[in-house]
């Protein structure tokens, strides 16, 4: 039964030793993922049977590490006794990686070269095309970008290096070592800028346009780069920034020798053009800016309002007056004080590149100009007066330093915004004498505000008891008012009542006048008309006889008795007894009258005989 079966160990041991099966027959197997370097051992039959002199590997078939690499796949007729053949894996650079290249063979490098120079060979993938091109043996100066390559290691060794990144806000100082050397004469200290060479990529393009070895002008701005970390090294630096309120100044290391623009006004330095060696005459604006810090030097001055002060422990943040102290000075009487100044300068945009072609620097112009410009100053002003006429005039002694410092300053291209005397710290005996004398002033200020405060007590006193009386002074002032307003309506309604009955009496006068003429009237012409009926009664009548008649008339509307009880003789006439008869009777009835009604109370006197006389006068 396990006869049926023998073929199938020849099986197995094939599929087992498959690989030395076909080295057998001359053929080799070359992975998807590999590359096969063959190496032959020996020539038989051939005009090159061994490597020319300095050779490494072999162009021609000669004996020896050969050129052309086996792609995968399958290959014949490479017997294992005349060729050895070793497998290598495809050379892949991983990202944000460059591949750095060495060859071992090739032409030699020219003396001085650091890098050998670029070869177009497939990106070292066509050994055969680089040592036939002239390629030269050493470190290479092109690298190998991000990826999967077939290189012969043979020939070719490459190890994987970073790329270069560059953050935001950097800038990359670069610094090659190959290339033209620098000229020392001409005081060259950096490479100028050479065009083509995409950011030192290529390095065979920058060394061929006659790029400088050593530190560049150029510098790289943020972002990655492949570059090789043979040719060049970068160095890494913050961004020039101008912050607001200043300007950049820039001075230029790098460069052609520039020509003055300055005028011939300045004598105090020259001022060239952007790009050329020297202080430049246009100063940047606040930004920022990929300025190489090796090759240029940004000078900021500020052009808003700068504080200065000249006192101890006091500093501003921009630093420039920290080593200003406050100024001893000597007065005319001998006393030597302290004075505290500020002074306030500003310096302008256009002004600026003067100031440091002059100085170098603001702080160099405080410590050569302001610093011995103010300090004498005071110093000379103190002496022209003693201590207390200066404490004393202390706004005019500032509004002079003002203006003479101001004009002092002009001639730097600073201007002079304001000088201010802070703290003056005048001796110890000084003070006293000002302090006692201040304190007596203050002394007899106090004695007289305190005679003023009981004044205006004793005020305040009489106030609150005239204020304690108010009551009754306002009560009794609104009864007087009351009174007179009482008194003054009496009279009014006095006035109204009398001229009222004038009014009254004269209306009533005026109505009897008038009733009075108007009886008068009715009664003149009611007299008249009887007068003139009784005129013609009498006329007609005779006197005697209508005087009988109305006697008659009278008596009998009266009811008196016409005929008396007893009658008295007379004197005859016609008429006349009768008359006096009835005037006698008349007069006795009266009398008895009168009688009666005075009896009652007192008697009444007697009577007097009046018959005859009435009877008389009748």
Known sequence: MLLAYWWVLPAILFIMMYKWTFRLFGAVIVPQDCIAIVEKKFVLFGKYKTLPDG?????????????????????WLYWPWQFSITLQKFITIGRGKVGLVESRGGQ????????????ESNTFQNARVFLTGGGERGTQAAIIPPGTYRINTALFTVVEADAIEIPDNMV????????????????????????????FQDADAFIASGGFRGLQEQVMLAGRYYLNPKFVTIDTKPMTDVPIAHV?????????????????????????SKGEKGVWSEPLD???????????????????????????????????????????????????????VSQIIHIPRNDAPKVIARFGNV???????????????????????????????????????????????????????????????????????????KIAQQEQITFGTQQEAETVRKTFEQAKAQADT????????????????????????????????????????????????????VTTSVGSAEATVIRLKVDSFGAGNYAVIEVANALSKSGFKLVPEIVAGGESGQGGGLVNALLGSMLNDALASKRANTSVGTEAPASKP?????????
Not at 65 to 71: F, K
Not at 408 to 417: R, T
């Open 55 to 75: 050779a490494i590997i072999a162009l021609n078939g000669e004996a020896g590490v050969q050129a052309d690499t086996l792609a995968p796949g399958l290959h």
């Open 172 to 199: 990359g100082v670069v610094t090659t070592s190959d290339g033209q050397p620098l000229n020392s004469r001409n005081g060259d200290i950096a490479g100028k800028v050479i065009e083509g060479h995409n950011m």
């Open 610 to 618: 009046v018959a005859k006389d009435a009877v008389s006068a009748t």
């Open 286 to 340: 606040p930004g920022k800016y990929p300025i190489n810090p090796f090759t240029h030097r940004v000078e900021l001055v500020p052009t808003a309002n700068v504080v200065l002060n000249w006192a101890n422990d006091k500093t501003e943040a921009h630093k420039l007056d920290e080593r200003l102290s406050s100024i001893t000075v000597r007065s005319s009487d001998g006393f030597t004080y302290n004075l505290d």
């Open 248 to 272: 950049g100044v820039i001075i230029a290391y790098v460069g052609e020798e520039g020509v003055d623009v300055s005028g011939e006004t300045f004598k105090h330095g020259n001022l060239v």
């Open 470 to 521: 108010q009551a009754s002074v306002v009560t009794a002032e609104r009864a007087v008012e009351i009174a007179e307003f009482n008194a003054n309506a009496r009279i009014k309604t006095a006035e109204g009542e009398a001229k009222s009955k004038t009014i009254n009496a004269a209306a009533d006068a005026e109505v009897t006048r008038v009733n009075g003429e108007a009886k008068a009237a």
């Open 363 to 437: 702080a160099a112009l405080v410590t050569q100009v302001l610093e011995p410009t103010i300090g004498n100053y005071f110093r000379n002003a103190a002496q022209g007066a003693d201590a207390i006429d200066f404490l004393k005039n202390r706004v005019a002694r500032q509004g002079e330093a003002r203006a003479s410092i101001a004009e002092a300053l002009q001639e730097y291209n600073v201007g002079a915004v304001n000088t201010l005397i802070g703290d003056i710290v005048p001796p110890a005996a000084l003070m006293k004498t000002l302090t006692d004398r």
């Open 108 to 119: 030699p490098m020219p003396a001085g070269r650091i890098l050998a120079r670029k070869v």
